[in-house]
């Protein structure tokens, strides 16, 4: 790890600590109303939205608590709104198991069009909903 990504690896993990925290004990309609508000323009490139993909993931890897894609999906959407970044959360399901009874469900945060976290399943899952916020 460099010396510079201290302060985007600890912003990632205070982060993701707090989504936990916040889906663990508050209901799911104030995490939807204050926790996806957003502003900003969207990122036009790659590199735009990398540090903070590249930030959350690792620190997802490393901390001693779930940090799954609805974790890590609020952590990514708020650091990007700290840059001046909008970005969108999306929230779909697929079913599974044996007789495709069981039904899971994935966040991915987008950016314009650039895929930030959870994309690399997102193809299948199918959206339900998707939550942009408002400024």
Same mark, same amino acid.
């Not at 926790?35 to 590199?47: E, K, N, S």
């Not at 709104?81 to 069981?102: C, F, M, N, P, W």
């Not at 469900?105 to 650039?114: E, F, K, Y």
């Given at each position: 790890?460099?010396?510079?990504?201290?302060?985007?690896?600890?912003? $990632?993990?205070?982060?993701?600590?707090?989504?936990?925290?916040?889906?663990?004990?508050?209901?799911?309609?104030?995490?939807?109303?204050?926790?996806?508000?957003?502003?900003?323009?969207?990122?036009?490139?790659?590199?735009?939205?990398?540090?903070?993909?590249? $930030?959350?993931?690792?620190?997802?890897?490393?901390?001693?608590?779930?940090?799954?894609?609805?974790? *890590?999906?609020?952590?990514? =959407?708020?650091?990007?709104?700290?840059?001046?970044?909008?970005?969108?959360? =999306?929230?779909?399901?697929?079913?599974?198991? !044996?007789? *495709?009874?069981?039904?899971?469900? =994935?966040?991915?945060?987008?950016?314009? !069009?650039?895929?930030?976290?959870?994309?690399?399943?997102?193809?299948?899952?199918?959206?339900? $909903?998707?939550?942009?916020?408002?400024?």
């Amino acid at each position: 790890m460099r010396l510079r990504d201290v302060p985007i690896l600890t912003e $990632a993990v205070l982060l993701l600590g707090l989504a936990a925290f916040c889906l663990a004990f508050v209901p799911f309609r104030y995490v939807a109303k204050h926790g996806v508000r957003t502003g900003g323009r969207p990122a036009r490139t790659r590199d735009e939205i990398m540090p903070v993909r590249r $930030a959350v993931r690792r620190a997802a890897r490393n901390v001693p608590w779930r940090a799954l894609c609805f974790e *890590q999906g609020l952590a990514a =959407h708020a650091m990007l709104r700290r840059r001046g970044i909008s970005s969108v959360l =999306h929230y779909g399901v697929a079913r599974e198991g !044996d007789q *495709q009874r069981e039904l899971k469900a =994935h966040v991915w945060v987008t950016s314009g !069009d650039q895929m930030v976290v959870g994309g690399e399943v997102a193809g299948q899952f199918t959206e339900l $909903a998707r939550f942009s916020g408002t400024a």
